[in-house]
């Protein structure tokens, strides 16, 4: 099936409040805009460099999430335009995107990435770390980005139930610490994989890459 066939067949499954994030890593730019010529218009990648080269030459109206772990060291190359940050880990990283939204008189949208996985190569806050971060007294002096919710992948196994928690889990913080306040909407949960399992847990934004551009080398 081509690019556009596999996203219309996703988009024509998703309920109609779940945005979606057409995941673009290592995908070039005719592929994207296969996809961008479909009617998308929010892609996500994971490698910054990567991103800002493909927002320089691709069209304007695209929105571009950063979905991986950022290097502080280079957020200075996205904050002139990145729409979402789906990976905050800590407040240093808040901190750097702050600094560098002000620079460009932005406010910078920005999820904290929640470690719900098994697997401990994959980044995250716990609980405690999140509320650290959460507090009024410390976002107060953070004017140029905005929390607009959580993000966290799930452990990459077969076992749908393990999944399903882990999921359930992440809904149960963002009821409990995100959910009413200001400008926060966003529960960033779900891939290819497990995103039906996703939305099922309360997710409002899916992350799709390989069923909407095949496999990645
Ligand atoms: C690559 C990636 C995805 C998409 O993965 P697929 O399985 O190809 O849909 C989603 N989220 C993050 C954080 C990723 O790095």
Known sequence: ??????????????PPNI?????SKTKSEAEI???????QRIF???????????????????????????QRNKVKYMAEFVSLVHGVDSLRLLREIDKRAAQHRRVIDCLLQ???ARESTKFGLDETELKEILREDVLSDLPNIRIRGL???????????????????????????????????????????????????????????????????
């Open 151 to 217: 993000m966290g992948m799930a452990t990459f196994t077969d076992n749908a139930e393990l999944v399903r928690t882990e999921f359930r889990y992440l809904k149960s913080l963002y009821e409990k610490l995100v959910c009413g306040r200001k400008d926060a909407d966003i529960l960033s949960m779900g891939m290819s994989g497990d995103f039906r399992l996703a939305i099922e847990e309360g997710s409002t934004m899916v992350r799709i890459g390989s069923s909407i551009f095949g496999p990645r080398n």
């Open 33 to 39: 805009m296969e996809a961008y010529q479909a009617g």
């Open 1 to 14: 099936m081509s690019i556009r066939e596999n996203l219309e067949k996703i988009k024509t499954s998703l």
């Open 114 to 116: 929640v470690h719900i």
């Open 19 to 23: 945005a979606l994030v057409a995941v």
């Open 44 to 70: 996500g990648e994971n490698k910054i460099q990567e991103m800002a080269l493909k927002w320089e030459t691709l069209p304007k109206d695209i929105h571009w999430h950063m979905i991986g772990h950022v």
